[in-house]
């Protein structure tokens, strides 16, 4: 089992990496081969954050949502998803909580759902998965909202850098 901390810092930088694979695909459309490195390498990390993590579950069922919600749609993402469950296979399947597996999954299925109107926001912010996960902190489980929580921030700074810093060609 990994430490906590570097824990962590993998769920950050993991954020970071798939955020910075979808700009490629999505905005840059596809034209920077750094891509297929990143998406190796976040796959890499969030199969042994999976394996090896306190907060294992939560990733799990983030990335069986991504495949329910047909979010994996590149083949990038293709790649770090099947590196992802590669790592798992080799490194061991972590210890399995049914419930808390269905429960992730739901909240990250619709924190992937498109809402239109006054419901917006939602599909924006993807409040679902971190909200689901801070309930744990009554029971104390604080180890997943911090981890999806940093998994977020790595996301969001990743999201702020391409609009701040590149710009969209």
């Not at 390498?41 to 993590?53: A, D, F, M, T, V």
């Not at 924190?111 to 912010?125: A, I, N, Q, R, T």
């Not at 409040?127 to 977020?152: H, K, N």
Request: glycine share 8%; proline share 4%.
């Amino acid at each position: 089992m990994i430490g906590f901390i570097p824990a962590l810092a993998l769920a950050f930088c993991a954020g970071l990496l798939v955020k910075t694979v979808d700009w490629i695909d999505d905005e840059r459309k596809g034209k920077n081969v750094l891509k297929w490195p990143l998406a190796i390498l976040y796959g890499i990390i969030l199969g042994y954050l999976i394996s090896q993590s306190s907060f294992s579950t939560i990733f799990l069922g983030a990335l069986f949502a991504q495949v329910f919600a047909r979010k994996i749609d590149t083949h990038t993402h293709v790649v770090g998803f099947a590196l992802a469950m590669l790592s798992i296979f080799v490194l061991g399947f972590p210890g399995f909580d049914a419930a808390l597996f269905v429960f992730f999954t739901l909240l990250a299925f619709i924190d992937e759902m498109e809402f239109v109107g006054k419901l917006k926001p939602l599909s924006d912010y993807r409040p679902f998965l971190p909200v689901g996960s801070a309930l744990l902190i009554l029971f104390g489980r604080f180890d997943y909202f911090l981890g999806i929580i940093l998994f977020d921030i790595g996301y969001a700074l990743a999201s702020l850098l391409q609009t701040r810093v590149f710009k969209a060609k």
